[in-house]
Structure formats: structure tokens, C-alpha cells
């Protein structure tokens, strides 16, 4: 069975930073042959990308609204990818999921919250 686990979400205040994690398993085949994405969804709205890591973490790509703020990477022997999220701003807000890019396997989201 396929579960894809995040976490590391909480409330945190503007500027604040936080490290989301997403752990896989019971894939088909290794973490390490699934490029994996981030998305985030706020309330009411429509389901947005964050960012894309290769299979091997070389390559990387983020949308504009949130580049030089978040950082993807992964740690294949962990079968994790993290997202680091810092100076957070209030419209970060949202619940972040993340899937593989091969399969279509998503997790259950972990919920970021900025607010003073």
C-alpha cells in the first residue's frame, strides 16, 4: 500500500520559517526513480504548484510566487522530500500536499497557517 506521509506544518507567524516533510512508501519501485512535486491548496481556492524535484534531486523548478522563499530537496535514503519554507507570508497559507509525478500518488496534506 502506497502512503505518502506529510508533516511539519503548524501556525507560525509572518517571516517565520518551516521545514515540511513528505515520506514515502510501499511505492512500486524505489523513492528514488519518482520525481515528486509540492502543491498547496488555500481555502477556497484552486489547487496551486509549489515545486517540482527530480528523481535524484539535480533538477529543480518552482512557481514564481514563491521562489527564493522555498527550497526543495530530498533525501533518497530516507525515502523523504522536504520543502523549506522561509519568510512566510500570510497568503503561504494553505494545506501543502505532495505526489509523485509517475503513479499520481498523493498524501493527506499537512496544513500551514501564518498568521500574527
Known amino acids: 500500500q502506497v502512503q505518502l506521509v506529510e508533516s511539519g506544518g503548524g501556525l507560525v507567524q509572518p517571516g517565520g520559517s518551516l521545514r515540511l516533510s513528505c515520506v514515502a512508501s510501499g511505492l512500486p519501485v524505489g523513492f528514488e526513480n519518482y520525481a515528486m512535486i509540492w502543491y498547496r491548496q488555500a481555502l477556497g481556492k484552486e489547487r496551486e504548484f509549489v515545486a517540482r524535484?527530480?528523481?535524484?534531486?539535480?533538477?529543480?523548478e518552482y512557481a514564481d510566487s514563491v521562489k527564493s522563499r522555498f527550497t526543495v530537496s530530498r533525501d533518497n535514503a530516507k525515502n523523504t522530500m522536504y520543502l523549506q519554507i522561509d519568510s512566510l507570508k500570510s497568503e503561504d497559507t494553505a494545506m501543502y500536499y505532495c505526489?509523485?509525478?509517475?503513479?499520481?500518488?498523493w498524501g493527506q496534506g499537512t496544513q500551514v497557517t501564518v498568521s500574527s
Open positions: 505526489k509523485t509525478v509517475a503513479g499520481n500518488y
Open positions: 524535484i527530480d528523481s535524484i534531486g539535480r533538477r529543480v
